[in-house]
Antibody
Framework: QVQLQESGPGLVKPSETLSLTCTVS????????WSWIRQSPGKGLEWIGY???????KYNPSLKSRGTISVDTSKNQFSLKLSSVTAADTAVYYC???????????WGQGTLVTVSS | QSVLTQPPSVSGAPGQRVTISCTGS?????????VHWYQHLPGTAPKLLIY???NRPSGVPDRFSGSKSGTSASLAISGLQAEDEADYYC????????????FGGGTKLTVL
């Protein structure tokens, strides 16, 4: 049973880079697609992007090229970097396994990241 | 504003049946893309409830069912139980804006 766990700083200053890591256990990261999703306070879910284990990635156009997702197969981890953050990037960030048929399962528990000085 | 539209809230008494709608357009649900549903209890990992419009993952009770027609989809929950109180989200794919996955705004289910 694949499980995912997000980790990273819970507080990031405006204009800095948000960095999160998702650790995959119970299965190899070297198959499937892997994704980041976020939920801002009081708002719905927003897909940030996804990466294939080979390293090819795609991002939500709304991020305006601020996002970078990478994968480390030796550690069974994938990561998210979001640059030039503002208060609007405050959210609970989830990692998830992404099916080639466009659904997410399973998800991590999520981690709250607050952007504030 | 979400690309897929869901009612903000629905409610029902234990044992009743409720439905949650998910309305899209010709660039997503109406274009033939599958709809998936998730159950989310705050503080926990969202859980895949229905995939490919009508399919239940192993372990999901058959009280949960999904359907799709035209530019809309629905999640039905029968025999409502207190533990069903949660937020529910629909998700599909949209072929505008370079093609991207999109979510509904979420529906809060209250069991009275």
């Amino acid at each position: 049973q694949v499980q995912l766990q997000e980790s990273g700083p819970g507080l990031v200053k405006p204009s800095e880079t948000l960095s999160l890591t998702c650790t995959v256990s119970g299965g190899s990261i070297s198959i499937y697609y892997w994704s980041w999703i976020r939920q801002s306070p009081g708002k719905g879910l927003e897909w940030i992007g996804y990466i294939y284990y080979s390293g090819s990635a795609k991002y939500n156009p709304s991020l305006k090229s601020r996002g970078t997702i990478s994968v480390d197969t030796s550690k069974n981890q994938f990561s998210l970097k979001l640059s030039s953050v503002t208060a609007a990037d405050t959210a609970v960030y989830y990692c998830a396994k992404y099916s080639s048929r466009n659904w997410f399962d399973p998800w991590g528990q999520g981690t709250l990241v607050t952007v504030s000085s | 504003q979400s690309v897929l539209t869901q009612p903000p809230s629905v409610s029902g008494a234990p044992g009743q049946r409720v439905t949650i709608s998910c309305t899209g357009s010709s660039s997503n649900i109406g274009a033939g893309y599958d709809v998936h549903w998730y159950q989310h209890l705050p503080g926990t990992a969202p859980k895949l409830l229905i995939y490919g419009n009508t399919n239940r993952p192993s372990g999901v009770p058959d009280r949960f069912s999904g359907s799709k027609s035209g530019t809309s989809a629905s999640l039905a929950i029968s025999g409502l139980q207190a533990e069903d109180e949660a937020d529910y989200y629909c998700q599909s794919f949209d072929n505008s804006l370079s093609g991207w996955g999109v979510f509904g705004g979420g529906t809060k289910l209250t069991v009275l």
